[in-house]
């Protein structure tokens, strides 16, 4: 009986511990990530994020967005209306509750503000989306995300868009 006491114990403590291990995680990741956004827009964006308890986290992020347009004298997109157009840079801060959990998968919203300029007056914008990550060997990791942007004194209101990107573990 002793033993059996004993034994049990110990396999409850490892599975516990275990447990433990996995759901505080508390990883650091630098994040690299491009995108397409309709309508007629690329972004890039860099970031820092904290994993915290059950794959919450919080990113910190700088992003550029480049709108390009068709050159009215050749009748399609060339060099100088292509980076000529309209650039914005900004940076902010997102907070990625976890929506979903699985065996090396997870899926969180992305709730930010931000704040930047676009070369002539001061912008800001409020994000959501959702983004799911697939984990890889040494905490390396891929993920894609759905994002919606709500420019604030931008060219264009709305953001719609999609990313991938990879997440190199600090």
Known sequence: MGKKFILLAAMMALTVSSAFAQMSSNVNHLNLAVGAL??????ATISYEHET??????????????QWAEDPDAGHVTKQSFWHNYFTYSIGIAYKPCVVRGRNHHGNLRIGV???SDTEKMIGAAHIGYEHTYA??????????IK??????GEDLFRTGVALGVK???
Do not use: K, T
């Open 38 to 43: 309709y309508e007629r827009g690329l972004d």
């Open 136 to 145: 890889l060997r040494n905490g390396f990791q891929v993920f894609w995300q």
């Open 114 to 116: 931000s704040g930047g």
């Open 53 to 66: 308890r059950y794959h919450h986290a919080w990113e910190y992020f700088a992003n550029g967005y480049i």
């Open 148 to 153: 919606e942007d709500v420019v604030l004194r």
């Open 168 to 170: 190199l573990p600090l």
